[in-house]
């Protein structure tokens, strides 16, 4: 119960510091201590997935304070903007917290590959909405290739799809190191820290590691290579699938003031008209479904190259 009780403590703290920068609205905070929880609980204090959980929430929330302002106009348009509530918490991090759950009924790597893989993907989804949505150039529609307005649901640019495959990417990365805690220590004597703060490196790793029953089943000793190829793969696959979701089957409006296609029902201060897409799939339910794709993805090349 220890464990349970630490990830408590850390989520309470994390979400509560973002609350009161306003990234997260009173039931986002409530859902992210939740699912901090569990990440970190379930796991029996292996860092590496409330790691990674912690990693996609801090640089997602960084990258939304960038050149805020250039933003304001694209959001609405969207169906969410701003603090996030619990729908988009769960949206996120809900199919990894399921495969949380899962590792600590039925110890096997399938699961780490999973909750990487649906990490890997909002990530760069989160990225390409962030830094895609300051390019200069006009978004192109996924399934026509003609250009759309900046921020309509499907586009895609390249300055965006470079910050996906970064983000995800960096998830790849981020997976390998936090399962290598065993050469930490290793790693700092090489770098010349001394033997003092090698001894530290390596008893913070040992701490990362988490209790010997909660990294049984980890896969420890896939290479850096192997790690961004899974991160990579399906991290950029999961924002596209996005993408494609977004361009075909999403729940669209269209404004009755500027004639454009938004997700919200009021725009232009006057309610918007039903345009195209399924009625429940709204961005939450395509963040979903993108993240849970990419969680197989990962969890395939992840059992073939292990």
């Not at 959001?75 to 619990?86: I, M, N």
């Amino acid at each position: 119960m220890i464990y349970w009780g630490i990830g408590a403590l850390g989520a309470a703290l994390v979400a509560g510091m973002a609350y009161r920068k306003q990234s997260l609205s009173l039931s986002g905070m409530a859902a992210a201590i939740l699912m901090g929880t569990v990440y970190f609980g379930a796991a029996q204090g292996t860092w590496f997935w409330f790691g990674l959980l912690l990693l996609f929430f801090i640089s997602s929330s960084i990258l939304s304070k960038v050149k805020a302002e250039r933003k304001q106009e694209l959001e609405k348009s969207y169906a969410k903007t701003g603090r996030r509530d619990a729908g988009q918490v769960f949206a996120n991090g809900g199919a990894g917290m399921a495969a949380c759950l899962g590792y600590a009924l039925w110890p096997d790597p399938f699961w780490a590959y999973f909750v990487l893989g649906t990490l890997a993907a909002v990530t760069a989804d989160t990225w390409a909405t962030e830094l895609g949505g300051l390019s200069r150039r006009q978004p192109r529609s996924l399934l026509t290739w003609r250009p759309v307005p900046a921020g309509t649901s499907g586009g895609v640019s390249l300055l965006g799809s470079g910050a996906a495959l970064l983000g995800a990417l960096m998830i790849g990365g981020a997976g390998w190191l936090l399962l290598a805690w065993p050469e930490w220590e290793s790693w700092a004597a090489w770098l010349g820290l001394g033997e003092t703060v090698s001894g530290w490196v390596g008893s913070l790793g040992q701490f990362a590691g988490g209790s010997r029953e909660g990294s049984i089943a980890l896969p420890m000793g896939l290479s850096l290579g192997k790690w961004l190829l899974i991160g990579g793969t399906s991290g950029f696959a999961g924002a596209y699938v996005d993408s494609l979701l977004g361009a075909t089957v999403q729940r669209m409006y269209r404004c009755q003031v500027c004639d454009k296609l938004v997700e919200v029902e009021v725009h232009c201060g006057k309610p918007t008209l039903p345009d195209r897409g399924l009625v429940w799939m709204n961005n939450d339910a395509v963040n979903i479904l993108s993240a849970l794709t990419a969680g197989l993805i990962a969890a395939g090349l992840g059992l073939s190259l292990g």
